[in-house]
């Protein structure tokens, strides 16, 4: 069995999301950022994280260009979240993508914060070929956001 793909925050990380987190919290969104907030799996509290909201054609989804993250786990584990802008609040129920539709999502993803998460993906950007990106689709997860 393969080793779910996980990369740890470094400190500027933490500290850019702490500053993104503070940001959405009062109603100023960076570029979609939104802040999910899920319950834990294990504790059952309220866990909450900075995340990118990508809109294509109508269609939302979250991307973990870190893998396997706790984020990850908790909302497969419960089954919903919610994105926080400000005082807005929308609870929504997570689909996860199979890694076959995954391509053109992450396309778009970097296409947008390549700037910010660049560095998570393995040297594929935006341009690569399609083959290459396919073949790191099982490493970072994708949902669609429904409501």
Avoid: C
């Avoid at 294509?56 to 919610?82: F, K, M, S």
């Amino acid at each position: 069995m393969n080793e779910a793909r996980y990369v740890k925050l470094s400190k500027a990380d933490t500290v850019f999301n702490s500053v993104v987190a503070w940001l959405t919290r009062r109603g100023i969104s960076l570029l979609g950022s939104r802040v999910l907030v899920v319950r834990g799996r294990k504790s059952g509290e309220p866990r909450s994280v900075p995340v990118n909201l990508l809109t294509i054609d109508g269609e939302r989804y979250l991307v973990a260009p870190r893998g396997e993250t706790q984020w990850v786990r908790n909302l497969r584990a419960a089954g919903e979240g919610r994105l926080l802008v400000g005082r807005r609040a929308e609870t929504f129920h997570p689909v996860e993508l199979a890694d076959d539709e995954k391509p053109a999502i992450l396309r778009a993803y970097l296409k947008r914060w390549a700037w910010e998460v660049g560095r998570f993906f393995e040297g594929v950007d935006a341009d690569s070929p399609d083959e290459v990106v396919r073949g790191i689709a099982p490493g970072f997860p994708v949902f669609r956001v429904t409501v």
